[in-house]
């Protein structure tokens, strides 16, 4: 696990985006699908935000500026990864839960792995609803879309998890330092 530190700057911007990406929530066709109900409004933005920063943790952990890695567009849904680094896609998942420990793909986007991203990051953001301090994120571990769907398992009665959810125990993920090696190598982790 890797702890990363968003700066005030930083969390500022994934703040702004995460307001603009929800503002802009039912006006998108994919997002139309896949409804929200009766959540509030703070809540389905919170998300957002989760997301942001999560995402620029890794960019920072990876020495990639998020403001040009990331697609920062508010007005679309990103095309299925949130970064490419070196010719392969990352789609980051996460959770402010504390104690969360699985890396789970939304049963709302339960399509073909096939076209999803190369590599899939888990992080814990510990979430403060303040825009103008540094937040912490950690950074805990990654697997490759081969990996995740030979060893991932379906939620069926596990408990706060939707049922059909695929997901990893973070036992089963790698140690992020591996990552980068795997990004340099281009090398198929086993």
């Known amino acids: 696990m890797k702890r990363i530190l968003v700066p005030a700057d930083l969390v500022a911007v994934c703040f702004e ?10 006006k998108r066709s994919q ?3 896949f ?46 990864y949130d970064l490419e680094v070196e010719g392969t896609t990352i789609d980051v998942k996460a959770s402010a839960n504390p104690s969360a420990q699985r890396l789970m793909l939304p049963v709302e986007k339960n399509t073909n792995l096939d076209d999803m991203a190369d590599v899939f990051v888990f992080a814990r953001v510990r979430y403060e609803r303040i825009s103008t301090i540094p937040q912490l994120v950690q950074l805990v571990g ?40 795997h990004l340099h190598n281009k090398e198929e982790t086993a």
């Open 142 to 181: 990654w697997t490759t879309r081969k990996e995740f769907a030979a060893k991932h398992s379906v939620a069926n009665g596990v408990g706060g998890i939707v049922d059909g959810t695929r997901y990893m125990h973070e036992k089963q993920l790698y140690m992020m330092a591996d990552l980068c090696n």
């Open 31 to 33: 997002d139309r699908l």
């Open 17 to 26: 985006k995460g307001k603009n990406a929800e503002l802009s929530y039912g």
């Open 35 to 80: 409804s929200k109900g009766n959540i509030p409004l703070v809540l389905r933005i919170d998300e957002h935000v989760i997301g942001y920063l999560a995402e620029a943790a890794l960019c920072l952990f990876l020495s990639v500026d998020p403001r040009k890695a990331l697609t920062w567009n508010t007005t679309r849904p990103d095309v299925g």
